[in-house]
């Protein structure tokens, strides 16, 4: 098994590892580096695992709000650089062509390639799972433009930015831009769709998986709020959340919003 110098290795047992069919409050602790698997080798039929110590460069702490952008069509009208003042941004896939957040997200490799061609890296943080870490290294050390999502839970991106915003150490969740849904042909379902690494986009669905992934994530941090910005929020997004059980749920229109929480961080 390989070992270079750089890198050291981490104890087998991950606090963060959930049974996504019976889960509760995780024992949440300060990120500082994760062993993952870099490469496998078959051999006679059998298995060798190549393991390393990947350490936390980012080394993040939390300020202010904790603010996760998708990219639905519910925030097409609001100016995403109001956000700065008053906490960090946490986005993912193409949203950096037009807003640049302080940590970004993405799964899929071809989109991942296109961020990296465009250097996306040397504007704020790229975070993407090991698979596309270890396929953008720009030297033979093995140092990556990406970092790895810490403790990945092989959700979808922007399920992921709320998961490392928690691992962060935000208490207050705040989604904007998060429809969970399509809404048909001829409709906006996505800020990006038809353009490069998106493609037509005429469904008409709830994004259930979605939808569970972000009530998960209220099981697992009971101790952080978590508030949906929406002017016309449909019903799944009002009912289910187990953070709404702690008094820690609400909705809140952009004009409430800006009224109540952007405004007095002025």
Not at 229 to 240: A, I, N, Q
Not at 245 to 251: D, H, I, S
Request: with cysteine; hydrophobic share 30%; aromatic share 14%.
């Amino acid at each position: 098994m390989e070992n270079k110098p750089w890198k050291q290795f981490a104890p087998k047992n991950n606090h963060y590892k959930f049974d996504p069919n019976n889960y509760g409050p995780l024992d949440w602790k300060p990120y500082e580096g994760e062993e993952i698997i870099t490469n496998i080798t078959i051999k006679n039929g059998k298995k060798t695992y190549t393991r390393q110590w990947y350490p936390d460069k980012v080394k993040a702490k939390a300020r202010g709000n904790g603010y996760i952008i998708g990219n639905g069509p519910s925030r097409k009208n609001f100016d995403l650089n109001l956000l700065k003042k008053s906490g960090q941004t946490y986005g993912c896939n193409a949203l950096y062509r037009d807003f640049m957040p302080d940590f970004i997200f993405s799964v899929d490799g071809k989109m991942t390639l296109t961020m990296v061609e465009d250097k996306v890296y040397e504007k704020c943080v790229h975070y993407a799972p090991s698979l596309e870490v270890n396929r953008h290294p720009p030297d033979n050390n093995g140092n990556s433009y990406l970092h790895l999502v810490p403790h990945n839970p092989h959700w979808i991106s922007g399920s992921q930015a709320m998961w490392t915003a928690c691992v962060h150490g935000h208490k207050n969740i705040i989604l904007i831009g998060f429809d969970f849904r399509e809404y048909g042909k001829d409709q906006l379902n996505n800020i990006y769709q038809d353009t490069q690494n998106y493609g037509p986009r005429h469904g008409d669905s709830i994004f259930e998986a979605w939808l569970r992934q972000y009530r998960t994530l209220q099981t697992l941090r009971p101790d952080c709020s978590f508030t949906i910005v929406h002017d016309d929020p449909p019903f799944y997004l009002k009912v289910s959340n187990p953070s709404d059980n702690l008094g820690k749920f609400k909705m809140l229109t952009y004009k409430e919003f800006t009224d109540t929480i952007l405004n007095r961080a002025i």
